[in-house]
């Protein structure tokens, strides 16, 4: 079974940046396409940002031109760099693989990491 370690988050105050990263387990050297989403304080799990297995992206309005998604697949990793962060992308923020349908995902989420920004 296919597990995610996210880490990276920390508190930061606006205007900063982090960088996170989601290290997966299990995959047996097979590739996903990947996305990282976060749920905010009192809101649903949503998508932030994916990338395809050929290294295609796409991100939400809200963080295009801001955040960055990449993946080493050499490390069975894929990062999320975020600028400019604003107090609205405050959330706990998860990686998976999306399924076919939208909202779907092919695998356990993993425990996320805290981002915070705060002045």
């Known amino acids: 079974q296919v597990q995610f370690v996210e880490s990276g988050g920390d508190l930061v105050q606006p205007g900063g940046s982090l960088r996170l990263s989601c290290a997966a387990s299990g995959t047996g050297g097979r590739l996903y396409g990947m996305a990282w989403y976060r749920q905010g304080p009192g809101k649903q799990r949503d998508v932030v940002a994916t990338?395809?297995?050929?290294?295609?992206?796409n991100y939400v309005d809200s963080v295009k031109d801001r955040f960055t998604i990449s993946r080493d697949d050499a490390k069975n990793t894929v990062y999320l760099q975020m600028l400019n962060l604003k107090p609205e992308d405050t959330a706990v923020y998860y990686c998976?693989?999306?399924?076919?349908?939208?909202?779907?995902?092919?695998?356990?989420w993993g425990q996320g990491t805290q981002v915070t920004v705060s002045a």
């Open positions: 998976n693989a999306p399924g076919a349908r939208f909202g779907d995902t092919l695998f356990d």
């Open positions: 990338i395809t297995i050929g290294g295609s992206t």
